[in-house]
């Protein structure tokens, strides 16, 4: 690529100005290491009374909170060991790490989603196994767990 410099795609410089990508990252959902530490995304679900039919009583409410951590200061000789990622935690106790650098050394966890199943909540993480473990499909493998003790 040769784009021209302050080009359609830049502001006054070489990278958008914050005030762009932080209107980007809003309206689109975008949020990288650095926007989530310093705001982390949080989303409350509140109990509710289950409709008939639908199981429980009472499904339990949880609260979600998606917190970024990058290493700025690091003193590693390589992109890939600064730490560089978003960690999920339910209810204030951390349940994954979402490795947001690009390099890929082992089993990466892709996604993580928090859910009601009908009768308990659940968490379903998808992992990318190591491209040395499995060079030929690097198929995307997602499990599914209970989550006790949620309120």
């Known amino acids: ?16 100005g914050p005030g ?8 689109n959902g975008i949020f990288d290491s650095d926007v989530l530490q310093r705001k982390p995304f949080t989303c409350s679900i509140p109990s509710f009374n289950s409709p008939n039919g639908w199981g429980a009583e009472r499904r339990p ?49 892709i996604s993580i989603e928090v859910a009601h199943d009908g009768v308990e909540l659940v968490a379903k993480k998808c992992v ?6 499995d060079p030929d499909g690097n198929k995307i493998v997602c499990t599914e767990s209970p989550i006790g003790d949620v309120h």
């Open 20 to 27: 762009i990508a932080e209107a980007l990252g809003r309206e």
């Open 61 to 109: 409410g949880f609260d979600v909170k998606v917190v970024g951590h990058l290493d700025r200061n690091s003193e590693k000789s390589t992109y890939c060991e600064i730490a560089d990622n978003a960690e999920v935690f339910l209810n204030g106790s951390s349940i994954g790490l979402l490795v947001l650098n690009p390099c890929k050394t082992g089993e990466t966890t």
């Open 128 to 133: 990318e196994p190591s491209i040395r473990d």
């Open 1 to 16: 690529m040769n784009l021209p410099e302050k080009g359609p795609y830049l502001t006054e410089g070489l990278e958008p």
